[in-house]
């Protein structure tokens, strides 16, 4: 049985960091990808960023782009999202998914069939 446990939320300050976990389990193939999205109240999914395990390749959403980062350490099963210059609009619930047949790399939500419980983040002004 996949599954997908989170770690790390909580509440910071604007411009502060959270490090958040993504520890997976149940994989029954060697090739994924790792993607965290998140959702605010009222506002629709939107797609974090995601990771490859096959060649690392990472792909990041325009708001988050050079702000955090996404790392996967293949050792621990757990992907890691770093993210740094938090901002107030960053509040959400962070969820992390596992995309198993990889067909499409790709930040649509459809294409991943395995979520984590969610992990609340939220940054005060």
């Known amino acids: 049985e996949v599954q997908l446990v989170e770690s790390g939320g909580g509440l910071v300050q604007t411009g502060g960091s959270l490090r958040l976990s993504c520890e997976g389990s149940?994989?029954?193939?060697?090739?994924?990808?790792i993607g965290w999205f998140r959702r605010a109240p009222g506002k629709e999914r939107e797609g974090v960023s995601c990771i490859s395990s096959s060649d690392g390749s990472t792909y990041y959403g325009d708001s988050v782009k050079g702000r955090f980062t996404i790392s996967l350490d293949n050792a621990k099963n757990t992907v890691y999202l770093q993210m740094t210059n938090l901002r107030p609009e960053d509040t959400a619930v962070y969820y992390c998914?596992?995309?198993?047949?990889?067909?499409?790399?790709?930040?649509?939500?459809?294409?991943?069939?395995?979520w984590g419980q969610g992990t609340q983040v939220t940054v005060s002004s």
């Open positions: 998914a596992a995309d198993l047949i990889m067909e499409v790399f790709s930040l649509d939500p459809d294409e991943y069939d395995y």
């Open positions: 149940g994989f029954t193939v060697d090739d994924y990808a």
